[in-house]
């Protein structure tokens, strides 16, 4: 059973930036960062193979966060930079697989953790 833990959220002003972590049993797949405001449904935000160290990030944040693995620590890495209010949601991560190319839709991945706020004001 792979257990997700998720922590660093917290709330910020347009601009600012927070670390987010995964800790947890490293999934030997895909981890994956996922985002979820009031009334809407669950976005990918990043993702990154852990057996390659490939990752990639969503458009509407590419430039501003970063996704990272540290494999002894088991701990995946969202870092967020130039938090804009429109990133205000609940951040989920994820771990699925295996892929050929590991992938951003929320039914492909079948371990969750519990979500931590993420509040941007302007």
């Known amino acids: 059973q792979v257990q997700l833990v998720e922590s660093g959220g917290g709330s910020v002003q347009a601009g600012g930036s927070l670390r987010l972590s995964c800790a947890g049993s490293t999934y030997p797949y895909c981890m994956a960062w996922f985002h979820q405001a009031p009334g809407k449904e669950r976005e990918g935000v990043a993702v990154?193979?852990?057996?390659?160290?490939?990752?990639y990030v969503t458009d509407s944040v590419k430039g501003r966060f970063t996704i990272s693995l540290d494999n002894a620590k088991n701990t995946v890495y969202l870092q967020m930079n130039n938090l804009k209010p429109e990133d205000t949601a609940i951040y989920y991560c994820a771990a699925g697989g295996p892929y050929t190319r590991c992938p951003l839709r929320a039914d492909d991945y079948y371990y969750w953790g519990q979500g931590t706020q993420v509040t941007v004001s302007s």
């Open positions: 990154i193979s852990t057996l390659y160290g490939d990752s």
